[in-house]
């Protein structure tokens, strides 16, 4: 799994079959050892997160056992919205 931070949906009016109602975001993923921004990805999106909010990612065949996308061309889906993380060096949790 990855993090990475909701920045904007992708509007696609002709594409596969497979994708017709699967909503389509661009995910910054968030490189956490140097603080960096990582690269832009496209993932589906099932559960509903919205611009802004950090979300966990998962990538290749996991991708596409989730839901009704075996058959999909999916390489990446948002799995979950992140509400908080711990920071271990202080114990303190950090609100997303």
């Not at 990582?38 to 989730?66: C, F, P, W, Y």
Request: no cysteine.
């Amino acid at each position: 799994m990855k993090i990475g931070k909701v920045i904007n949906s992708v509007w696609a009016t002709r594409k596969a079959d497979s994708l017709i109602g699967v909503k389509l975001m661009i995910v910054q993923l968030l490189d956490r050892t140097n603080g960096e921004e990582g690269k832009l990805i496209v993932a589906a999106d099932i559960i509903g997160a919205g611009v802004g909010e950090k979300v966990l990612i998962t990538e290749g065949s996991s991708a596409r056992n989730m839901d009704h996308l075996n058959d999909s061309p999916i390489d990446s889906i948002i799995i979950g919205i992140i509400d908080e993380e711990k920071d271990k060096s202080n114990g303190v949790p950090n609100h997303a």
